[in-house]
C-alpha cells in the first residue's frame, strides 16, 4: 500500500516542477502582466486612512482578479486524494 501511495505522489510533484518551469518560461500575456501589476499596487497601498466600504471594494477586487488568474491558468487538476480514489477504483475493476 505505501507503495502504490509513494508512485501516486512522486508523477505529482514531477508534474508540478515541470509546470513551474514552462510557466517561466512562457512569455506571460499583457492581461496576466497588468492584474498582478494591479496586484502588487493593492498590496503597496496604505490602507489605514481607508474607510470600510473601500477597503470592502480592494478586498472584492483582489479575490476577482485572483479568480480571473486562476481560470485563465487554464488546466485540469487533481487533487492527490482524487488520484488514491481513482487508482483504487481501478485495482478493484482490473
Same mark, same amino acid.
Given at each position: 500500500?505505501?507503495?502504490?501511495?509513494?508512485?501516486?505522489?512522486? /508523477?505529482?510533484? &514531477? &508534474?508540478?516542477? #515541470?509546470?513551474?518551469?514552462? *510557466?517561466?518560461?512562457?512569455?506571460? /500575456? *499583457? #492581461?496576466?502582466?497588468?492584474?498582478?501589476?494591479? %496586484?502588487?499596487? @493593492?498590496? *503597496?497601498? =496604505?490602507?489605514? =486612512?481607508?474607510?470600510?466600504?473601500?477597503?470592502?471594494?480592494?478586498?472584492? #477586487?483582489?479575490?476577482?482578479?485572483?479568480?480571473? %488568474?486562476?481560470?485563465?491558468? $487554464? $488546466?485540469?487538476?487533481?487533487?492527490?486524494? *482524487?488520484? +488514491? &480514489? +481513482?487508482?483504487?477504483?481501478?485495482?478493484? @475493476?482490473?
Amino acid at each position: 500500500m505505501m507503495m502504490v501511495l509513494s508512485l501516486s505522489i512522486f /508523477p505529482s510533484t &514531477i &508534474i508540478a516542477s #515541470e509546470k513551474n518551469t514552462t *510557466a517561466t518560461n512562457k512569455e506571460m /500575456p *499583457a #492581461e496576466v502582466k497588468v492584474m498582478l501589476n494591479r %496586484l502588487e499596487e @493593492i498590496k *503597496a497601498m =496604505d490602507k489605514s =486612512d481607508l474607510n470600510f466600504s473601500e477597503k470592502k471594494e480592494l478586498r472584492k #477586487e483582489v479575490r476577482e482578479i485572483k479568480s480571473n %488568474l486562476r481560470s485563465s491558468n $487554464g $488546466g485540469v487538476y487533481f487533487s492527490v486524494g *482524487a488520484i +488514491i &480514489i +481513482i487508482i483504487l477504483l481501478l485495482i478493484l @475493476i482490473l
